[in-house]
T-cell receptor, first 114, second 118 residues
Framework: AQSVAQPEDQVNVAEGNPLTVKCTYS??????LFWYVQYPNRGLQFLLK??????LVKGSYGFEAEFNKSQTSFHLKKPSALVSDSALYFC????????????FGSGTRLSIRP | DARVTQTPRHKVTEMGQEVTMRCQPI?????VFWYRQTMMQGLELLAY????????DSGMPKDRFSAEMPDATLATLKIQPSEPRDSAVYFC????????????????FGEGSRLTVL
């Protein structure tokens, strides 16, 4: 069975500092991994994905994520946080191949203080 | 600008009433998902369809929830009878999913239907 864990409910970072939002996953076979962001009273928006290839993937708004197969992790990172990055972030996993099911982690609230 | 459209955006109803939420997925997307978001449970997968066929609805309470996709432009989620514990934001999302890595399944979400059952 697929599962996704986001161990931190909240991450607090000062503006200008690097940020990391953690995600670990469990899935059979090769995973397709995603990060989404949700602003208040809005739907989720796609940020970036890992399918295959380079373990470091880059996405929207300066975010990147690092896939680590041995640790089954896909942590979201940004070198320098902005106050506008404050939002709810979700990690998601889909089993590769013909499977369609996509499940999400519980979400991590990122708060960037000026 | 293609987007997923959900109606209603807000619904307040009384316990025992029927609630129907509707979703218009993005034209050409072959997979439609229904998720429920609550503070306690996060984002739960309720059901999903591929090419209008239901693939998995194991996340739904079977006795009161039903999900259908009568045509390619409409997906519905129905609750009958509704209960206060059903209060949540319900999201519909659509995407292109296929075995090839060309369609990897990033999803486009609607703005959600916020349901309050009194």
């Amino acid at each position: 069975a697929q599962s996704v864990a986001q161990p931190e409910d909240q991450v607090n970072v000062a503006e200008g500092n690097p940020l990391t939002v953690k995600c670990t996953y469990s899935v059979s076979g090769n995973p397709y991994l995603f990060w989404y962001v949700q602003y208040p009273n809005r739907g989720l928006q796609f940020l970036l994905k890992y399918i295959t290839g380079d373990n470091l993937v880059k996405g929207s708004y300066g975010f990147e994520a690092e896939f680590n197969k041995s640790q089954t992790s896909f942590h979201l990172k940004k070198p320098s946080a902005l106050v506008s990055d404050s939002a709810l972030y979700f990690c998601a996993v889909r089993q590769g191949g013909s499977a369609s099911k996509i499940i999400f982690g519980s979400g991590t609230r990122l708060s960037i203080r000026p | 600008d293609a987007r997923v459209t959900q109606t209603p955006r807000h619904k307040v109803t009384e316990m025992g009433q029927e609630v129907t939420m509707r979703c218009q997925p993005i034209l050409g997307h072959n997979t439609v998902f229904w998720y429920r978001q609550t503070m306690m449970q996060g984002l739960e997968l309720l059901a999903y369809f591929r090419n209008r066929a239901p693939l998995d609805d194991s996340g739904m309470p079977k006795d009161r929830f039903s999900a259908e996709m009568p045509d390619a432009t409409l997906a519905t989620l129905k609750i009958q009878p509704s209960e206060p514990r059903d209060s949540a934001v319900y999201f519909c999302a659509s995407g292109l999913v296929s075995p090839s890595s060309r369609h990897t399944g990033e999803l486009f979400f609607g703005e959600g239907s916020r349901l309050t059952v009194l």
